[in-house]
């Protein structure tokens, strides 16, 4: 079974940037589409991006649309998510996901989740 962990998170001021990794052990990442998700104290978990198993294809919310890159290296099992120009708003914990058979943005779409990683960004 795959297990997803994700790293990276940390406190970051307004207008800063943070890349977040999220790697995988017990089986090849290349076989999964990939995406990241976030949930803020109080709201629910929303999609911020995702990717195919070739990394052929991507998609994003309109929220992070132009600052966000989600990538992947399907060598090193990882997916990436390049955050730039960081905003308040963006302050949540972050998850990444996986699904064999789904590109979406729906978060039932994917089966396996990592813990997530905190993301801070003040003001």
């Known amino acids: 079974q795959v297990q997803l962990v994700e790293s990276g998170g940390g406190l970051m001021q307004a207008g800063g940037s943070l890349k977040l990794s999220c790697a995988a052990s017990?089986?090849?990442?290349?076989?999964?589409?990939m995406a990241w998700f976030r949930q803020a104290p109080g709201k629910v978990r929303e999609f911020v991006a995702a990717?195919?198993?070739?990394?052929?294809?991507?998609s994003y919310a309109d929220s992070v649309k132009g600052r966000f890159t989600i990538s992947r290296d399907n060598a090193k099992n990882i997916v990436y998510l390049q955050m730039n120009s960081l905003k308040a708003e963006d302050t949540a914990v972050y998850y990444c996901?996986?699904?064999?058979?789904?590109?979406?943005?729906?978060?039932?779409?994917?089966?396996?989740w990592g813990q997530g990683t905190q993301v801070t960004v003040s003001s």
């Open positions: 996901a996986a699904s064999r058979y789904s590109f979406s943005s729906n978060p039932t779409s994917y089966n396996l």
């Open positions: 017990g089986g090849a990442l290349s076989s999964y589409r």
């Open positions: 990717i195919t198993s070739g990394g052929g294809t991507t």
